[in-house]
């Protein structure tokens, strides 16, 4: 059970809370916890129960698949504010393919428990919506990623890109359109804002309004190869 | 609206169908259509609107996405009584990946229109786990294929390894094992066991009891590579 400040958050920040009836956010600030993980903690894994829908309060975690061979993918990352819904899914028909989500750094967050979660979704035609895009936007970013591992150069050009300037600004801000880097790329504007977008849930670099700021320099230089 | 051997044909073959009530039924029936392409056809194109979902009666269509330089990546092929749902899903949220679905062979399928397959799916909510548990198996594909391009060796040495087999035997059908495969290729039976499902559900092969038909030996080749 949530405290009043909790609730309070909870509130403002889970996608779907305003769509609850009454009744129903009772229940969720009920059934619902706050909990703290270490770096490095495996909070989906394998063969291991799903603990439940998690709203990140802070903290980054890291969704990946292994190889046979022990290698990995990173699928996406996960921020404040992100919502996890795979650590809700396990039990989901065809959800045959294992992935691992990690704590990079250390986290709170809050978990609606898997149980709960889709007593809720089972009463709930929004929360089940919300389910079915957030499975969409999974499908979606996993496409992505094969795109970029597959044909590679677009994410590549753009981190390179990203890196010289940075250089040759001496500034981890870049004032910079996505006009104009899709002109210096030799490539669409939608897929430069697509993947300023990407590199921005990554955790790679922040955006705002005209400016790119890089945030993390080494995953940037990982991308760019 | 379709005629009763049709309507038959949609009350044995939607996944769904036991699950409307009966006026849900007769209004699927009402709204549907049968309808033919001939090969070449992109039954769901990139900024093309959504056709609804499709029914595969007789033919065979190929998924994929296409690189920036028009390279493609195939996802998934679609057989006779295989449902297509993102040709119904281009509303979703999140759903921002394009796809491309062309018929591979001259097909035969049933069209739920997109605008009445969701107000089914808002209406009945074993339609709406049904959209859910799509969605989650287009992620889990999603993922094998990524597995497969960037880690690739189980599916390439079991492809080799059929064709060696029935160059050997003289023969399209193989009595083989999935644990006597496993052995041979040195990796675990589950591994063997999803693989022939994939290259089955990609109409590269046909599985029943205790044998291995290849049914498409230029499919299995490219596999292979």
Redesign the interface.
Known sequence: MLNSEDRSFLSVNLPFWEKLTASEQEQTVVYSYRTHYRKGVEVLSPGKECLGLLLVESGQLRAY?T???G?Q?T?YRLLPLDVCMLTA?CQ??????D?TIETEKEITAFVIPTSFFHTLS?KN?AV??F??????????E??????Q???G??AERLANFLLEHSALQESDTLRLTHEYIANDLG??RE?VT?LLKHFSLSGLISLSRGSVTITDRAGLLAVGR
Chains 1, 2 share one sequence.
């Open positions: 698949i190889s046979e061979e290698k993918i699928l899914s989901i028909k065809n959800m045959n393919f992935v089972e035609s089940k919506n389910q079915l895009e957030m499975m969409a936007a999974l499908f979606s996993a496409l992505w990623v094969l795109d591992y597959v044909f150069s677009a490539t669409a897929v697509r």
